[in-house]
């Protein structure tokens, strides 16, 4: 442990921002991971359950397991659900746009990991090139002479400074590739799920049981 904080030391002032990102990376994709698994259901499992009730004309046993179940499908579904006795552009767009907005939530601060990747390289060049600059400023101030351990020494940081603005980059891009591969599956798996309750509400949905009784009750 002692020797890592010397190393850090040793990589010059531009460290320190390039700990702040890295440590703004771990949260992002930590809540981002959770956030994600959590949200990740069988669709095909979960619609099949919801056309099943459905059949069986219990609309309201539908929409509420949409309400009980946690993620961005029983949204979608529950969304197609309410607006299954409008008319077919407005159910379609209804449904597109909740798909759309879950999206939107999902895959909010992903492409923050990305842009850390990219700032780190440049945090850890500027480091490089302020541990050169001193380098130079050094030899200009002590003559001639310079010892070659103090050059080893100086070209030692540069170099921590550029390895460690390296490593954050390839860590941060690793992460924001990993959450970018789970958001598409997650993507698909929504748009698949809006796509089939579409279609099967067009087909023609059973007359609701809930409401049937109703009307005969009122009938009455």
């Known amino acids: 442990m002692q020797n890592i904080i010397s190393l850090l030391k ?3 002032v531009m460290t320190y921002p390039l700990i702040i990102l890295a440590f703004i ?5 930590l809540e981002r991971f959770l956030y994600l698994h959590r949200g990740k ?7 099949s359950g919801i056309k099943s009730s459905l059949k069986k004309r219990r609309l309201l046993e539908a929409i509420t397991i949409c309400d009980e179940s946690y993620g961005p499908i029983p949204r979608v579904v529950k969304e197609a659900l309410v607006n299954s006795e409008k008319p077919t552009d407005i159910l ?3 449904v597109n746009t909740t798909a759309i907005n879950q999206f939107t939530l999902l895959s909010r601060r992903i492409a923050s ?7 780190s390289t440049l945090i850890g060049l500027m480091g ?3 541990a050169m600059l001193g380098m130079f400023q050094t030899m200009a101030e002590s003559g001639s002479y310079v010892s070659a351990s103090e050059l080893a020494q100086y070209i030692y940081n540069a170099l921590i400074s550029s ?3 390296l490593f954050l980059a390839i860590i941060g891009w690793i992460g924001y590739s990993f959450l970018n591969s789970k958001l598409k599956a997650l993507a698909q798996d929504i748009d698949w ?3 089939e309750m579409i279609l099967f509400i067009m087909r023609g949905m059973p007359e609701n049981e809930d409401l049937y009784i109703k009307g005969q009750a009122e009938q009455k």
Do not use: W
């Open 113 to 119: 990991l990305a842009l850390i990747a990219k700032i």
């Open 25 to 29: 990376a771990c949260v992002i994709f």
């Open 128 to 130: 490089t090139i302020l």
């Open 41 to 47: 259901i069988s669709a095909i499992e979960f619609v």
């Open 163 to 165: 390895a460690l603005g």
């Open 193 to 195: 799920s809006a796509n």
């Open 92 to 94: 379609s767009q209804a």
């Open 10 to 12: 040793s990589g010059g």
